[in-house]
């Protein structure tokens, strides 16, 4: 035989109201917490100064570069990952200083 439950037992459904409330009294001390935006800082340099330190980083990743090409074994010399490092570092960026 199956096991019978008393209705007498089970409570009865709680209405949406109870629901709310009991929702409400377990998250009363609960705060969220703060959100706090933050501002990038403005760039104060101007376009020239700017446009020089492009430049400057442009002619520092050209030097990388040309220090992994110089270090990249016999195997790899040919590949295409070799090609391109051969394009950039023979870009003239002596031109870019200059204006």
Known sequence: MGLVVDAAEK??????A???ARWRQRHQGEKPAPVIHYRR???????PQRWR??????????AEYQTWLDSL???LRESPT???LEAVTQLDLDQLVEI
């Open 53 to 62: 330190d492009a430049v400057a980083e442009l002619q520092a990743l050209q």
């Open 82 to 84: 070799a090609a391109l």
């Open 73 to 75: 074994p016999d195997n």
């Open 11 to 16: 409570p009865p459904p709680m209405t949406n």
């Open 18 to 20: 109870e629901r709310q």
């Open 41 to 47: 800082p403005r760039d104060r340099r101007s376009r």
